[in-house]
């Protein structure tokens, strides 16, 4: 598998499960806030947003974490394998608000540079509506462009644990 997306809810430890990833199969790692994101949380507009992702997905290979669902459906064109982080949404808003608080005033590793840690009522909101949401359109997307058959799906960290031990293992994603 040389194209992986990773979907799932903030806080359910996509980017991180990339970069495991990456670091066992050798392949670059795309985290799409990096490319989304401008200095001040300014988000970029959607046609460049649409043109930068249309770029991104021609690479040969990569590990890409991220939802943004108006790409969804391109980057799963383009997609071998999808590995969907469905954690419960607790789990998520405990792990979000770790990460506030460790990264508080600072830009995390996987974030576009200039957009500092920061408690979100809005970010929150979305975590907690989740599951209702955006879990639904991707799952709809998914099964919609043919997925279901390559899709991981794993529901605890648990089940993300023993399939990157697989991954060591075999040194392959086998879905």
Same mark, same amino acid.
């Given at each position: +598998?040389?194209? @992986?997306?990773? =979907?799932?809810? $903030? $806080? /359910? ?8 990833? $990456?670091?066992? =199969?050798? !392949?670059?790692?795309? &985290? ?41 459906? +391109?980057? =799963?064109?383009?997609?071998? /394998?999808? @590995?969907? =982080?469905?954690?419960?949404?607790? !789990?998520?808003?405990?792990?979000? +608000?770790? %990460?506030?608080?460790? &990264? ?28 209702? #949401?955006?879990?639904? %359109?991707?799952?709809? +997307? ?13 529901? #605890?960290? $648990? ?9 060591? /293992? ?6």
């Amino acid at each position: +598998m040389d194209r @992986i997306l990773i =979907l799932g809810c $903030g $806080g /359910a430890g996509k980017s991180t499960l990339a970069g495991q990833l $990456g670091d066992i =199969l050798g !392949l670059p790692i795309i &985290h799409l806030d990096q490319g989304y994101w401008q200095p001040g949380w300014t988000p970029l507009s959607d046609d460049a947003w649409t043109q930068r992702v249309a770029t991104i997905i021609q690479q040969k290979n990569w590990i890409m974490d991220g939802n943004y669902g108006s790409t969804l459906e +391109m980057r =799963l064109i383009r997609a071998e /394998a999808v @590995i969907f =982080l469905d954690y419960p949404r607790r !789990l998520c808003l405990w792990r979000v +608000m770790k %990460r506030i608080w460790r &990264h508080k005033g600072r830009t995390r590793p996987d974030m576009a540079p200039g957009c500092t840690e920061r408690w979100d009522w809005e970010f929150i909101r979305y975590i907690w509506g989740f599951r209702k #949401r955006g879990r639904i %359109r991707n799952y709809r +997307m998914i099964r919609e462009q043919g997925m279901l058959e390559k899709t991981v799906v794993l529901k #605890r960290p $648990g089940e993300t644990k023993a399939f990157i031990e697989q991954v060591k /293992a075999t040194g392959s994603i086998d879905v």
